[in-house]
Structure formats: structure tokens, C-alpha cells
């Protein structure tokens, strides 16, 4: 009798386990973020002097992440940055910005971030850790994450979209704005990034 | 009194060639100046404000210089046969060197679409814009390009004071009188 109950629930626990997990797994997705699309943003805000803010973007990157609903613990994402698609809508500002006196993009072109986890806080927002390389120098970093939305777009894909808020210490990455006043020693970054599941 | 000769310059060849001198000379310096100056100085955007203005008026100049060098004859160079090609080799690389100069720092101002502003009277709008990494490389065009002129047109002064000094012609004195002077 007893034995039987527990080969019994033994029985219904693998069996659990084999509808269950492939459900699981089927959640679990991999995402190229839509730059094709232009349907992903990198917006910067940094101080103008404390009166104001100098905004900009960077256009051109390109990068995947992984992603379930049911397990966002295992969420990852990947990105890499063409640091010379920077755009503040003033070439002179941007040629500058891109020279040696700041984010040097000759030496350093691209900017990346890997991610290395990703911590829920419930009701779709998290936050996403992991490292940014920028200006040659790698520095931790986390991204508050709030999943905006998901499934089928419609043109037979499937799609999920986040919003990110991080900000960045410059002088973490050896880029040295005391020149340009003490209110800009900080940047705000903030993503927009959607994906296509592939 | 206006028109060239084979034997002297006339008077608007004479006005171009000294106000492209002084111009050439003062942009140059302002250019490197102000490069170097820090987010808070006080000419930080009056400096590249006259910069742009003095280059494009600069531009149309040599424009109008060029076509009247083109349309005029052109007075005989000094020196003998070596020198006149090396002379004439010169001059033209002057004349690219110069178009080079102001068109690549046109192009980093214009690269993202802007028109420049002329002592804000009118604005020269951009024609060509968005190429990669335009401001960056046009920048590097501009700096190296300034340099090269710069090297040449001291060339060409002493090459000019060779032939008046040495040579004992009228070189200098015929890009100041218009017609040429009685020395030859």
C-alpha cells in the first residue's frame, strides 16, 4: 500500500516534470534586437553647464538577448555599439565628442555590454547587471529593465520590447569631462530596444 | 592698370593675391588658437564664428581668383627653365592646397546637414552630408592639408625673395604696382 502511493506520486512527479519542463523551455527565447527596423534606441542626456542637457544617440548597434517570462532570472542580452553612429545633431559637437578629449572613437570604435544577470523585482522589471566596455575600459554596470511588451507583430513575427535607465560615471571609463563643468561628470542613458524572435 | 600682361599683374590679381595672403596667414593662426581653447573661454564660440566666416569668404575669393587667372594672362615666370616648372608646379599646388583647406572644413561643418553662417549675413547651406565619419575625417583632411599649405606658401615667399633678391628681378615689386614695373 505504501509503497504503491509512492511509486504512484514518484510517477506523477516525472510525469509533471516531462509536460512541464518542455513548456519551459519552449518560453525561453533568442532575440536579435530589431536595428534593421530602427525599432531600438540608445538615448544619452548629459548636463549643458547645469542650465540645461545636451541629448544625443547613438544610431548604429546591433545585439541579441534571451528571454522568458516564466524565468527571468535566466534573461541575457548582448550589445554592441558603433561608438562613431553618435548624434547630437551638430557635427562640430559630435566631431568633438568623438575626438581624443572624450570618447576617442579612432582608438576605441566600439562599445559593448554583456550581460552577467538578471535580477526581477516582479510586475515585468528587473535589474539587468553586466559589463560595459567603453572608451577601451570595462566597468560593471546595472540597467533598471521594465519589459513594455510582447507577441505577435503583425508581420508573422514575434517580438518583445524593453525599457532601460542606467547611469553612466564617466570618469569610470577614463573619459575626463571636467572641462566641461562639474554638472557633467554624469550621463543618463536610456533604451529602448525590441526584439525579434528568431 | 586691371588686366594681366606677360609683364606685370593688374590690380585685381594683385588685391586677390594679398588678401588671400593675409587671410591664409590669419586663419591659419586663429584656427590653431582656438582649437586649443577650453569649454569656458570667452571665444570658445566667437573664435570658430569668425573662422567660418573669414574660410568661406576666402572661398569665394579664390573662386573669382581662379577664374580671372584662367581668363587673364598669365605674366612670365621668373628664373631659369627649372624653376619656371617648379614655379608653375607650385603655384597649382597652392591653389589645391588652398581649395583643399577650405572645402574639408566646409565639409566638417556641414556634416550632419547644417548650413554655415557667414558674419551672419547669410548662411552657406550643406551640399554634401552623412558620409561616415565625415566631421572626423574632413577634420584630419583640414588639419594636415593647413599644415601643407602653410609649409608651401613660406616656399613660395622665398622663392619670390630669391628671384628678387638674388636674381635681382622685379618679382616683388611687379605683385605690388600693377603693369610691372621697368626692372625685368
Given at each position: 500500500m505504501f509503497s504503491k502511493s509512492l511509486l504512484k506520486t514518484a510517477t506523477s512527479a516525472a510525469l509533471g516534470a516531462a509536460v512541464l519542463l518542455p513548456m519551459a523551455q519552449a518560453n525561453a527565447a533568442d532575440y536579435k534586437i530589431d536595428s534593421e527596423g530602427q525599432h531600438a534606441f540608445i538615448e544619452f542626456k548629459i548636463s549643458h553647464l547645469g542650465y540645461s542637457y545636451v541629448l544625443g544617440t547613438f544610431d548604429d548597434f546591433t545585439g541579441t538577448f534571451s528571454y522568458d517570462p516564466?524565468?527571468?532570472?535566466a534573461s541575457s542580452a548582448n550589445v554592441e555599439v558603433d561608438?562613431?553612429?553618435?548624434?547630437?545633431?551638430?557635427a562640430e559637437r559630435d566631431k568633438h565628442i568623438l575626438s581624443d578629449d572624450f570618447l576617442n572613437a579612432s582608438e576605441y570604435p566600439t562599445a559593448t555590454f554583456e550581460s552577467t544577470g538578471f535580477e526581477s523585482t516582479g510586475d515585468g522589471e528587473g535589474e539587468l547587471s553586466g559589463n560595459l566596455t567603453l572608451h577601451g575600459e570595462t566597468q560593471p554596470i546595472t540597467i533598471e529593465v521594465d519589459h513594455i511588451g510582447g507577441g505577435d507583430d503583425p508581420w508573422g513575427g514575434y517580438r518583445n520590447g524593453f525599457e532601460g535607465e542606467t547611469t553612466l560615471t564617466l570618469s569610470d571609463f577614463g573619459?575626463?569631462?571636467?572641462k566641461l563643468g562639474p554638472t557633467a561628470s554624469t550621463v543618463d542613458m536610456h533604451l529602448v530596444v525590441e526584439g525579434i524572435r528568431q | 592698370m586691371w588686366r594681366n600682361s606677360v609683364h606685370g599683374w593688374g590690380v585685381p590679381s594683385i588685391l586677390l593675391h594679398w588678401l588671400s595672403a593675409v587671410l591664409v596667414v590669419s586663419l591659419f593662426v586663429l584656427g590653431w588658437w582656438m582649437t586649443g581653447?577650453?569649454?569656458?573661454?570667452?571665444?570658445?564660440?566667437?573664435g570658430p564664428w569668425w573662422h567660418k566666416s573669414l574660410g568661406l569668404t576666402l572661398l569665394g575669393l579664390t573662386l573669382l581668383r581662379l577664374a580671372w587667372r584662367l581668363m587673364q594672362p598669365t605674366p612670365e615666370a621668373h628664373g631659369v627653365s627649372w624653376e619656371r616648372v617648379l614655379a608653375h608646379a607650385g603655384h597649382g599646388l597652392l591653389y589645391v592646397l588652398l581649395l583643399t583647406v577650405m572645402v574639408s572644413g566646409y565639409l566638417i561643418s556641414t556634416a550632419e546637414g547644417q548650413g554655415i553662417s557667414v558674419f551672419g549675413a547669410f548662411e552657406v547651406p550643406a551640399l554634401l552630408s552623412d558620409l561616415p565619419r565625415q566631421a572626423t575625417l574632413a577634420g584630419e583632411v583640414h588639419w594636415y592639408a593647413a599644415w601643407a599649405l602653410v609649409v608651401l606658401a613660406v616656399g613660395h615667399t622665398l622663392a619670390a625673395l630669391k628671384h628678387h633678391i638674388?636674381?635681382?628681378?622685379d618679382t616683388l615689386r611687379r605683385m605690388w604696382w600693377p603693369g610691372g614695373s621697368r626692372r625685368q
Open positions: 516564466d524565468a527571468p532570472e561608438v562613431s553612429s553618435l548624434h547630437t545633431a551638430h573619459i575626463d569631462t571636467s | 581653447l577650453g569649454y569656458y573661454d570667452r571665444w570658445y564660440q566667437l638674388l636674381d635681382r628681378r
